[in-house]
DNA sequence: GCGACAG
DNA sequence: ATCTTGTCGC
C-alpha cells in the first residue's frame, strides 16, 4: 500500500475557480463602443482559454442573482446583486448601483453592456457569494464567452447562466412537466439544458458561466427554484433592480408586477 | 445571400 | 430590455 504522506496543499491551480490573473485582466477598464466589434470579440477569445468548467469546489452556502434593468432610450442603467441562504432562499444582502453603460445591446455581446455595472454592485457586497446566477448565458453562447462567464471571470468567482431565450444551438423541447430537462447542442457539442422549471411553461436555459460544470449549473437551478418560471436568485434580483429603478423616480416597466 | 439573434 | 391590448385561466 502507498504510505507516502502528500503534501496538503495541491500543486497546480489549473482547477481552482479564483484566477486573479483573469480577474484583474478582465474588470478594467471596460472596452468602450467605437462603433466596431473587434475588439469585444478578442477579449472574448481570450476570456474563453481561463474558463474553468471543474466541479463547484466548494460547498454552496450562499448563491446570488444578479440583473440590469434600464430603458430603451437612455444609457442609465440600473445594476443589483441578491445574496440569498442556498438553502432557505431568504435573502441576506442586496447591492446596487446606477450607472451609465458605454455599450449598446449586440447579440453575442451583451457582458460588455452590464458587466461593469455589476462589478461596481459586486464590490460594495458585505457578504461575497459562493456563486452568482445572472440573467442570461454562461457558456451556451457562440464563443463560450457570455454574460455569466464574462462576470465569473472578471469577479473572481464561480457562476451560472439562466437565460428565458435561445441565444444557439439545437434541442429538443423538453416534455410538458416540470422539472423536464432536455440537452442542447451546438456545433456538435453539449453547450447546456433546457430546462422546465414549471410544468406547461416556456423551458429556459441553463449553462454553467466558469467555477463549475455542467451538472452543477443544472442542480443549483433545480435548488433554487421556488415555484416560479425563473429561479430566486434571478427572479429576486429582476424585482430589486427594478425598485432601485422606481427609487430613483423613473417609470417602473409595464409589466410591472404588484410591489411587495 | 438568408435567417437567427441572451438583455 | 421595453412597449403594448386583449385574453385565457387559476
Not at 173 to 186: I, N
Amino acid at each position: 500500500m502507498d504510505t507516502t504522506i502528500r503534501p496538503t496543499t495541491p500543486s497546480t491551480t489549473k482547477h481552482l475557480v479564483g484566477n486573479t490573473v483573469a480577474s484583474r485582466l478582465f474588470q478594467t477598464p471596460p472596452i468602450l463602443w467605437k462603433g466596431d466589434i473587434g475588439e469585444a470579440k478578442a477579449q472574448q477569445e481570450l476570456m474563453e482559454s481561463y474558463i474553468n468548467l471543474a466541479p463547484l469546489n466548494k460547498s454552496l452556502t450562499l448563491i446570488a442573482g444578479a440583473d440590469i434593468s434600464c430603458n430603451k432610450n437612455s444609457p442609465v442603467i440600473y445594476a443589483g446583486i441578491v445574496v440569498l441562504n442556498a438553502e432557505t432562499l431568504e435573502i441576506i444582502e442586496r447591492a446596487s448601483v446606477i450607472t451609465e453603460t458605454a455599450f449598446p445591446y449586440i447579440p453575442g455581446y451583451l457582458s460588455f453592456r452590464e458587466v461593469p455595472a455589476l462589478l461596481q454592485a459586486w464590490q460594495k457586497l458585505t457578504t461575497k457569494p459562493d456563486a452568482v446566477m445572472l440573467d442570461g448565458h454562461g457558456v451556451m453562447h457562440p464563443r463560450k464567452v457570455g454574460v455569466a462567464t464574462h462576470f465569473g471571470l472578471a469577479a473572481n468567482v464561480a457562476t451560472l447562466g439562466c437565460a428565458k431565450k435561445r441565444l444557439i444551438g439545437r434541442f429538443d423541447d423538453p416534455a410538458p412537466a416540470q422539472d423536464s430537462v432536455t440537452e442542447l447542442t451546438y456545433q456538435g457539442e453539449m453547450r447546456g439544458y433546457v430546462y422546465r422549471s414549471r410544468a406547461g411553461i416556456k423551458p429556459i436555459f441553463i449553462s454553467p458561466g466558469t467555477g463549475m460544470n455542467y451538472e452543477d449549473a443544472l442542480s443549483i437551478t433545480r435548488q433554487t427554484c421556488a415555484g416560479y418560471r425563473l429561479p430566486e436568485p434571478t427572479r429576486l434580483a429582476h424585482q430589486y433592480v427594478n425598485e432601485i429603478r422606481v427609487a430613483h423616480g423613473e417609470q417602473p416597466p409595464t409589466n410591472n408586477k404588484g410591489s411587495v
